[in-house]
């Protein structure tokens, strides 16, 4: 049965957007399953650029369900917002094209507050949140102190739920922080009425979508941030409050892991991290301000400026190897135009030992230093381009060598922000319906 996983093989913002609203063309579901509104996914159609945190890129493509899963942090704020902006440019949305899980647990005012307050206290050693009360929310979630979707539209849960949960937050705002206490009566208000805007799509998602998984129907799951940011597998504790791979699937979205077929990573032709924690190929120099400017490397949701640097195949090979990805999309590839020499860290170094495998016992990220491997690089601006041999000669064999050396096919090349801005690679299929080529067995080194 087919069904495709996307994933962002590094640091988030590998331009899964655009990957998915190309592959949403094809499929029937398109599914959020974990995350909350500090994704932004970014999809250029016709040269209008849509900004999407929540609601699935399927939503831009008539005639597709797209669902957020139980996995995801929901700022019911955030979605309606976004429902709207969506409906005032002309993109028709209702129960029938939008499900959200009752079981998603919902961000309220004090998880923003507390993210907040919590970045200010922990000063220097912050960890760089987006401050939308996504951690948070996700920690009442494992703390079972948390409300979901469910509860807004039940207001004797609510209230009794609200109220346990604000006396503990107040208790942290007031004493801890110093900050205002929230009321009660005003938070039941503001969140049952949102819960009431809501309520048309709200539904068991999880039944749903395995419904249409076993009724055989293209579904594709668009993860949000990226490998090198999971909760459980990323550079913790710079990392982000969900696991953002395939192997967030199952539980976020509420299907059996054999509902995940293929599995496709997203990177970019080189690297970029937003907020604190360790980068070991960033670039603080000239060659970082010029991938930044080039390739207009500042965050769709905040608008914060990029960290950036080459590509980090010892990371991006473990993303890929971590989701068992059958195949990846390198995005970007224009912006790596004009550069004298294009750079790869090939492995990382710390006193005698050096890794090409990414191992959760190296030490801290922040202690290695990167080997580098060099490329010749490419005057002339790839935008325009549709075929793989029309590429300048630098560029494929800077494409090629990638590709060898992360062991994995890629599948296709962004090289633009535009929907038609690709060069597919002849053979490769983007959905498991039409099947890529095996995927050498064993991990060289390089
Ligand atoms: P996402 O979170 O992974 O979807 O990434 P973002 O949408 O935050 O960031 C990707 C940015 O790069 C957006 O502004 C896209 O329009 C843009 N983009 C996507 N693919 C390409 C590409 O191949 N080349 C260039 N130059 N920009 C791209």
Redesign the pocket.
């Known amino acids: 049965m087919p069904s495709v996983c996307v994933f962002?093989a590094q640091w988030?913002?590998?331009?899964?957007?655009?990957i998915i609203d190309r592959m949403a063309r094809d499929a029937e579901v398109v599914v959020r399953y974990q995350g909350g509104a500090n994704?932004?996914?970014?999809v250029?159609v016709g040269g209008e650029k849509y900004v999407l945190h929540l609601v699935p890129s399927g939503i831009l493509h008539p005639g597709k369900i797209n669902a957020i899963g139980a996995g995801v942090a929901l700022d019911p704020l955030a979605l309606l917002g976004e429902i709207e902006g969506l409906e005032q440019r002309g993109v028709v949305i209702g129960a029938s094209n939008l499900r959200v899980a009752a079981n998603a647990h919902v961000i309220f005012e004090h998880h923003k507050r507390i993210d907040q307050a919590g970045e200010r206290w922990r000063g220097v050693g912050r960890i760089g949140t987006t401050g939308r009360g996504i951690g948070p929310c996700y920690a009442d979630k494992a703390s079972r102190t948390g409300l979901r979707v469910a509860d807004l539209l039940d207001p004797v849960r609510c209230r009794e739920r609200l109220r346990a949960a604000l006396a503990e937050k107040n208790a942290l705002l007031t004493q801890v922080h110093g900050e205002q206490a929230l009321d009660l009566e005003q938070s039941l208000e503001r969140y049952s009425t949102l819960g009431k805007r809501l309520q048309s799509y709200v539904g068991d998602v999880g039944a749903e979508l395995r419904g249409l998984w076993r009724a055989g129907r293209k579904i594709l799951f668009e993860g949000?941030q990226g490998a090198m940011l999971d909760l459980d597998h990323g550079t913790y504790p710079f990392v982000t409050s969900s696991n953002t791979g395939a192997n967030g699937i199952s539980s976020g979205a509420g299907v059996p892991p054999r509902a995940i077929e293929r599995v496709l990573g997203?990177a970019k032709a080189y690297c970029t991290r937003v907020g604190e924690g360790p980068f070991p190929s960033e670039e603080l120099g000239p060659i970082g301000e010029k991938i930044r400017s080039q390739?207009?490397e500042y965050?769709?949701t905040t608008g914060r400026p990029r960290r950036c640097g080459w590509l980090d195949l010892v990371a991006l090979r473990y993303a890929l190897d971590l989701n068992g990805a059958d195949g990846w999309i390198m995005?970007?590839?224009?912006?790596l135009s004009g550069f004298d020499t294009v750079k790869v860290g090939v492995a990382y170094r710390a006193g005698n030992s050096r890794w090409t495998e990414f191992s959760s016992e190296m030490p801290s990220l922040e202690q290695v230093q990167v080997e580098w491997q060099e490329f010749p690089g490419w005057r002339e601006p790839i935008?325009h381009l549709r075929r793989f041999e029309d590429l300048p000669q630098a560029a494929r064999d800077y494409v090629e060598w990638v590709e060898r050396a992360s062991e994995v096919p890629i599948v296709m090349l962004?090289?633009?922000?535009d929907r038609d801005?690709v060069i597919p690679r002849a053979g490769h299929g983007l959905f498991a319906s039409q099947p890529g080529p095996v995927v050498a067995p064993g991990r060289a080194l390089v």
């Open positions: 962002g988030g913002d590998e331009g899964k957007g655009k994704a932004g996914h970014t250029v949000a997203i390739g207009n965050g769709a995005t970007n590839l224009d912006v935008d962004s090289i633009g922000p801005q």
